[in-house]
């Protein structure tokens, strides 16, 4: 196996992974969150650890048995169906989000996949008067070449905060 | 100023005046009367397993690291250096045989004992400016540990931890003793919501009364297996001690294993449960036929177990969470949500146990997400000139003459008070624990010379 290359920002294959992530995030932000399953692998795993403080030198900094979602296909379907009730109140009304995608860098990955970084700023702002939110992350994500074109089997999220400044995580990042 | 005595009067007629989700003065009420005195949950006794691991947790503005000392003894330290009040350890968990301050250096050992003071003789002239033997970081004034959980007080006289937790031990026990090896604690998430923190703690103790309608998504999602209404209506209040809970009503006709199998759990876990809960604790399952739902201790550890399905083939699996509100200002509010399971559980049962938890609780949880958009509109309402109109009625459960509305339940195994169905009672328990802190005069504490002058 060949360690994963850094593809050039004009190689077609990063093109495509840089449009699937832009386009991913046009669906987050239209609140198209059925066409955002239809991106995903059945087998997807989707992940996002609990940062935390750690001394320098400690060798972790997240925990490796905690994570904000650590969710399969069935876990986020279920979610997404619970946002199409009527009695979804933490997202109705829902919030205005804003995925700010970027820091894109695309490798090679195993044979029909590619593994792509991201950096992501999420903007959430819900009701009238509230402050908004920030979220800020790294994304780690391998996509998979389908015969629907690139779809998306893991991702891993590094959020930046240990204590998260947002009332919950009704959204997707 | 405001006329606190007023309020714990309304408080305690169970008209409660709406400003106090969302006001100052109560506030610092709370900080200088409420959390100087009772007992409040650091940590779990699994999350620093060996000799130097350590955690950092608060109790409001105090910081305190929570380690385990080289002899495997729990020490409770407040994280302020004794030299200048530098913070000594500003990472939130580690392992660690002592802690330097980064300032001027001063070492103390995991134990909290002062072993390093640069300069001594030349800055000091030895002991004879500072004696430096039997330092140490000032620790908490009372420590408590119980099933692991990790308590304390800052009240040197505190009532042993033990003696607080009465009657809610016994409770506790479904929880953090599942088998004789006890449970483990994962995390915790942690995430601030603008939120005064009472209500989450308020809500943990007694309201089945939200659940049909701030949870109907879930329901609807199909998430778990029976409606949820009917489930929470004959379910069971209780008040023991410190702490109030609900419960499930359980299907009729169960026995012991079969009640426990009904919520998803494998037999193996079944014997520990046999092994380590008393006739009293197993009878509340078998005969009584009710199953702990959420709970809080006062003030501000609540407890829940529920039992989703976590695939599309329709397996049920329980979980435990732990959660405290830890209060950051009248408006705000951290919560730390930790999942829970017991120690000697097969590893198959603590993924799912895992899964089932980060589906509906937790900083993503479908639970949870409602709760806390709640939470969050009502103290924005609580903020202002008009809330201080508006006494909300919270008594539920009562005839105007202060009567219940029901008998008390009878035949229910566990100790305390229970009523079948839906009430306010365990909410004003909750607050008249309150009450009974707020009304008291502020804690004044003495503070020690830190080797000073003899």
Not at chain 2, 160 to 170: E, K, Q, S, V, W
């Given at each position: 196996?060949?360690?994963?290359?850094l593809?050039?920002?004009g190689?077609?294959?990063?093109?495509?992974?840089?449009q699937?992530?832009?386009?991913e995030?046009?669906?987050?932000?239209?609140?198209?969150y059925?066409?955002?399953?239809?991106?995903?692998?059945?087998?997807i795993r989707?992940?996002?650890?609990?940062?935390?403080t750690?001394?320098r030198?400690?060798?972790f900094d997240?925990?490796?048995?905690?994570?904000?979602?650590?969710?399969?296909?069935?876990?986020?379907r279920?979610?997404?169906?619970?946002?199409?009730?009527?009695?979804a109140?933490?997202?109705?009304?829902p919030?205005?989000t804003?995925?700010?995608?970027?820091?894109i860098?695309?490798?090679?990955?195993?044979?029909?996949?590619l593994?792509v970084?991201?950096?992501l700023?999420?903007?959430?702002?819900?009701g009238d008067t509230?402050?908004?939110?920030l979220?800020?992350?790294?994304?780690?994500?391998?996509?998979?070449?389908t015969?629907?074109?690139?779809?998306?089997?893991?991702?891993?999220i590094?959020v930046d905060?240990?204590?998260?400044?947002?009332q919950?995580?009704?959204?997707?990042l | 100023?405001?006329?606190l005595?007023?309020v714990?009067s309304?408080?305690?007629?169970?008209m409660?005046?709406?400003?106090?989700y969302?006001?100052?003065?109560?506030?610092?009420?709370?900080?200088d009367?409420?959390?100087t005195?009772?007992?409040v949950f650091?940590?779990?006794?699994?999350?620093?397993?060996?000799?130097?691991?350590?955690?950092?947790?608060?109790?409001?503005a105090d910081?305190?690291?929570?380690?385990?000392d080289?002899s495997?003894?729990?020490?409770?330290?407040f994280?302020?250096?004794?030299?200048?009040?530098?913070?000594v350890?500003?990472?939130e968990m580690?392992?660690?045989?002592?802690?330097?301050?980064?300032?001027?250096?001063?070492?103390?050992?995991?134990?909290?004992?002062l072993?390093?003071?640069?300069f001594?003789?030349?800055?000091?002239?030895?002991d004879?400016?500072f004696?430096?033997?039997?330092q140490?970081?000032l620790?908490?004034?009372?420590?408590?540990?119980?099933?692991g959980?990790?308590?304390?007080?800052?009240?040197?006289?505190?009532?042993?931890?033990?003696?607080?937790?009465?009657?809610?031990?016994?409770?506790?026990?479904?929880y953090?003793?599942?088998?004789?090896?006890?449970?483990e604690?994962?995390?915790?998430?942690r995430?601030?919501i603008?939120?005064?923190?009472k209500?989450g703690?308020?809500n943990?103790?007694?309201?089945?009364?939200?659940?049909?309608?701030?949870?109907?998504?879930?329901?609807?999602?199909?998430?778990?297996r029976?409606?949820?209404?009917?489930?929470?209506?004959?379910?069971a209040l209780?008040?023991?001690?410190?702490?109030?809970?609900?419960?499930?009503k359980?299907?009729?006709?169960?026995?012991?294993?079969d009640?426990?199998r009904?919520?998803?759990?494998?037999d193996?876990?079944?014997?520990g449960m046999a092994?380590?809960w008393s006739?009293?604790?197993?009878?509340?399952?078998?005969d009584?036929?009710?199953m702990?739902?959420?709970?809080?201790?006062?003030p501000?550890?609540?407890?829940?177990?529920n039992?989703?399905?976590?695939?599309?083939?329709?397996?049920?699996?329980?979980?435990?969470?732990l959660?405290q509100?830890?209060?950051?200002?009248?408006?705000?509010?951290?919560?730390?949500?930790?999942?829970?399971?017991?120690t000697?559980?097969?590893?198959?049962?603590?993924?799912?146990?895992y899964r089932?938890?980060?589906?509906?609780?937790?900083?993503?949880?479908?639970?949870e997400?409602?709760?806390?958009?709640?939470?969050v509109?009502?103290t924005d309402m609580?903020?202002?000139s008009?809330?201080?109109?508006l006494?909300?009625?919270?008594?539920?459960?009562?005839?105007?003459a202060?009567?219940?509305?029901?008998?008390?339940?009878a035949g229910?195994a566990g100790p305390?008070?229970?009523y079948?169905?839906?009430?306010?009672?365990?909410?004003?328990h909750?607050?008249?624990?309150w009450?009974?802190?707020?009304e008291r005069?502020?804690?004044?504490?003495a503070?020690?010379?830190?080797?000073?002058?003899?």
């Amino acid at each position: 196996m060949t360690a994963p290359r850094l593809l050039g920002y004009g190689d077609p294959a990063h093109l495509a992974a840089h449009q699937f992530l832009v386009e991913e995030a046009a669906l987050l932000d239209a609140g198209d969150y059925a066409g955002w399953l239809g991106l995903l692998c059945e087998d997807i795993r989707y992940l996002m650890p609990v940062r935390v403080t750690t001394a320098r030198g400690t060798g972790f900094d997240s925990l490796a048995d905690m994570a904000h979602f650590d969710e399969d296909m069935y876990a986020l379907r279920k979610r997404v169906q619970r946002l199409a009730t009527d009695h979804a109140w933490a997202e109705d009304p829902p919030s205005r989000t804003r995925h700010l995608v970027t820091n894109i860098r695309t490798f090679s990955g195993g044979p029909g996949e590619l593994r792509v970084e991201s950096a992501l700023l999420l903007f959430r702002s819900r009701g009238d008067t509230r402050a908004a939110d920030l979220l800020s992350a790294g994304r780690t994500d391998l996509l998979r070449e389908t015969s629907d074109g690139l779809r998306l089997a893991r991702r891993e999220i590094t959020v930046d905060e240990s204590v998260l400044r947002t009332q919950n995580l009704a959204v997707f990042l | 100023m405001l006329d606190l005595a007023a309020v714990v009067s309304d408080v305690r007629r169970g008209m409660v005046p709406a400003h106090v989700y969302g006001d100052p003065e109560i506030f610092a009420a709370e900080r200088d009367r409420l959390f100087t005195r009772s007992w409040v949950f650091l940590a779990h006794e699994s999350e620093i397993p060996d000799p130097g691991d350590y955690v950092v947790r608060r109790v409001i503005a105090d910081s305190f690291i929570v380690a385990r000392d080289e002899s495997g003894a729990v020490k409770v330290m407040f994280n302020m250096c004794l030299h200048r009040g530098m913070q000594v350890c500003r990472a939130e968990m580690g392992n660690a045989s002592h802690f330097r301050c980064p300032y001027h250096a001063w070492t103390y050992r995991n134990d909290g004992q002062l072993v390093g003071l640069p300069f001594h003789a030349e800055a000091y002239g030895g002991d004879d400016g500072f004696p430096r033997q039997g330092q140490s970081l000032l620790p908490a004034p009372s420590l408590g540990i119980h099933n692991g959980l990790i308590f304390i007080s800052l009240d040197p006289d505190a009532p042993p931890l033990r003696d607080y937790l009465g009657d809610f031990a016994f409770y506790l026990d479904f929880y953090t003793r599942q088998s004789p090896s006890g449970v483990e604690l994962r995390g915790p998430q942690r995430w601030r919501i603008k939120a005064n923190w009472k209500i989450g703690a308020e809500n943990f103790a007694g309201d089945s009364y939200h659940t049909p309608h701030t949870h109907a998504s879930v329901v609807e999602i199909g998430l778990f297996r029976e409606p949820k209404a009917s489930k929470r209506k004959e379910g069971a209040l209780y008040v023991a001690g410190p702490g109030a809970g609900t419960t499930y009503k359980l299907p009729p006709g169960g026995g012991f294993a079969d009640q426990l199998r009904y919520v998803g759990y494998p037999d193996e876990m079944i014997a520990g449960m046999a092994e380590s809960w008393s006739a009293g604790q197993r009878a509340l399952v078998a005969d009584s036929g009710f199953m702990v739902s959420a709970a809080t201790l006062f003030p501000n550890l609540s407890l829940v177990h529920n039992w989703p399905q976590i695939d599309a083939s329709g397996t049920v699996v329980p979980f435990i969470s732990l959660r405290q509100w830890q209060p950051v200002s009248e408006r705000e509010t951290e919560v730390l949500s930790w999942f829970a399971v017991d120690t000697a559980a097969p590893e198959e049962f603590k993924r799912n146990s895992y899964r089932a938890y980060l589906m509906c609780f937790g900083s993503s949880g479908m639970f949870e997400q409602d709760d806390v958009e709640n939470w969050v509109s009502i103290t924005d309402m609580a903020t202002g000139s008009m809330a201080r109109r508006l006494n909300l009625n919270s008594r539920m459960g009562l005839t105007s003459a202060g009567r219940p509305i029901k008998p008390t339940l009878a035949g229910f195994a566990g100790p305390g008070v229970a009523y079948q169905g839906f009430g306010e009672f365990n909410q004003r328990h909750w607050l008249c624990q309150w009450s009974d802190h707020i009304e008291r005069e502020p804690a004044i504490p003495a503070a020690a010379d830190m080797g000073g002058p003899r």
